[in-house]
């Protein structure tokens, strides 16, 4: 009895209870970006196999990883993320060490190479229109070129170029003024009828092909 | 007391031969175990060991990896009740993954117990070797494209267990050191090997030279189009090849293929034996028989043996399906995307004429002719509305469509509704198809054909199919021949290849010099060598497949606009509908309309990611060996 009282602890694990949790930003501005697509790792050691927790950002830019308190290293290995990770001197990505013993939330700030500033959109008439600002935020040698802006939109929150109803897109080489692009589409016949859309508008980096987004707006109209 | 000597002695016989024996007794050779000596000592013994390695061959598409590995890349449509291809938004990293190093090792242990044996023939020593040679080569080649570099293991490992097994652990060789392999293997094997038309399951000298000139063609665009993705590589190149080794494998690849070409390798040919091209291109993956010159080494299948395989019941015409009552047709359904690619008969591409420039539909009397005037290979490859399968005629149309664009149509084809002002129930769906969510019927239109075996009892789950699959054949070492001219600059040359490959497909117009782009070579290959497990590591390695799979969703109007363009978005599989046209008012009453459909099932739309283009190692097999580089991007 009192053998099977004990193996029944000893085998029995708590499951993981602190979270970590935060937001990828820019000058404490978070950076929306592609739902499922900006991976993070995270590395807990001290166990017999390495190997990497991989999660993705949501697409308001927010991480949140539920764990066992220890020491982990935070890292993004990925080099088609919209933004400059830091390296270390060998030229591999670096890595933040997170010592976690209770809930922690923080920002990790990082350049993307681009940001979407001031986006109006707004609905009228089966239409969507939006204005916004394209700022390049990575000015140094390691910046990129912009290959698209597009508005797109979609009957739920998530809106990306895989999650979208519609969209109209407008080559870099067309945009006369970075501080003034307008961008607008029809709203196409949505069945279950709903008089709501979300929409944001995105730009996508050349050679990498990621995005960075202005945040979800949800449009009624 | 002679006596008692003659007793004592015969004790001692006694004793010592009953020591003797004591030592003996537990050494008996095993009945049921042969040893690598005995294994190894007769050639039909090593055969069939070899049979073994040669049936563990790995392909991306192949009949025992089950339709399925037919379907995803938009060029089809799965009419199966599982639509995870057409409805997630793209792949895992782990996807095409393959990590098979006791296949290595079983090769590398066959090839050292072959090169100890004593009691073979050289002959025969030698050309086992090179089989086991041929095949390891060609699963590194397997490995290579989907994963890279990865560790070249070239004799069996063996453990010492002294406790720490890390000498073991080997790094990733850099890309085109795999590629490097590949090509030396096969120069130092071609000759053991027999020029050998006849047995296309074993490994010939046609078969080593075809592996070198796709293997140098991958490795020298990967180096030449990897510029146009410079975050797809690791700075120890185990995956990407540097620019100015494009050059260099372009011209082994020209060898190479060249080298079949001449006829130094057995003398294959164009398969050419049928009057009809469409039906001479069907019966190329059908006919087994010696006078199919281009087969060069194929997976063979054999009936009323375990080796036998259901393509044909899968994905034959529900009509006339043998197990349609059973759930079992129609599967695999080619999409317009693909079908549109088939150029027409003067060399042009053009969508198929479903409206005039106004957008009022076009008026067909058989629902075949919108197809008539194209390449033979359309007919050939896909079985289309208004034609026949097993001579028996498809009914593939997806109601009636009235004067005011209303549609007619019901889910049961059985059940018969009366048309407007009529009270005569009629039949309102062809029994093929389509209608969205039927399953085991078209959903786009289409059929399949190539791989479709017309015996009888083929498509029945008693008998099935001993239709080989091809895995190298001799249309692809002639376009593989024309790609690496195309490249070198040679473009004389690569038209003379090209056109062999055309002109048996009907395209009787030669193309000029100057017509041949890298659309061209893109377009060629994708309509010649559909469904032979070529699309996804062509765009692979031209660095086309994050651009040809964007995440986008398309619109019609993208669909039938810059056809035969190597950069078009192919991330949905469409299909083109056909409706019979009832108004009795009009002269165009019983006539054939037509829809491009995107069959409603299509949710998702493929995006290819740059982590995708080099498939993941798993993370226990990285953790076991930390030598193990990480693929770039995931």
Redesign the interface.
Known sequence: MLTALFSCERDNYQPPSVTLSGRLVYKGVPIPLEYNQVPYQLYQYGFGKVGPISQSFTQDGAFSSLLFAGDYKFTIINATVPFKWPQTVAGKPDSLTINLSSDKTMDIEVTPYYMVRDAKISAASNKVNSTFKIEKTLLDASGKNFSRAVLFINKTQFVSTNDNIASVSINASEITDLNNVNLSVNIPSIVPTQNYVFARVGVQIAGINSWVFSPIQKLTF | MKKYIYVFLSFLVIGTGGCSSDSEFLDISPTSILSNEQAFSDPAQVLSILANLYNRQVDITSFNNSWSSFVDFGESFPSDGNYSTVQN??WGYGSWGTWDYGYIRDLNLFIKRDSAATALSVVDKARFSAEARFLRANYYFEMTKRMGGVPLILEPLLYDFNGDPSYLRKPRAKEYEMYDFIIKEAEAIKNDLPANLNDRSRASKGAVLAMEARAALYAASIAKYGANT??VKL?GDEVGIPANKADGYYQIALRAAKEIISGSAGGYALYQNKPDLAENFANLFLDKEVNNKESIFFEDYKLKTSKVHNFTTSNQPFSSGEESANGDAGRINPSLNLVENFEKLDNTFAPMAHQDANGQPIYYNNPIDIFAGRDARLAGTIILPGSAFKGQQLDIWAGYKLGNGQVVTNQDASRFVALPNTSNPVQVLGKDGPYNGNVNRTQTGFYIRKYLDPTPGAGSRGTNSAVAFIRYRYAEVLLNAAEAAFELGLNADAVNYINQVRARAGLTIPLKSSDLTFDRIVHERRVELAYEGHFLFDMKRWRLA?VVW????MTTSELVSNIGKATKRNTQPFGLWPYKFYDPTSPNNGKWVFDVVLPNLVT??N?F???NYYSAID??I??AN?KLV?Q???
């Open positions: 938004n793209g410079p975050v700075s994050h964007d995440g986008g969703k998702g739309a995006n990611q740059f982590g993370n226990n990285i953790a930390p990480r770039p991007n995931q």
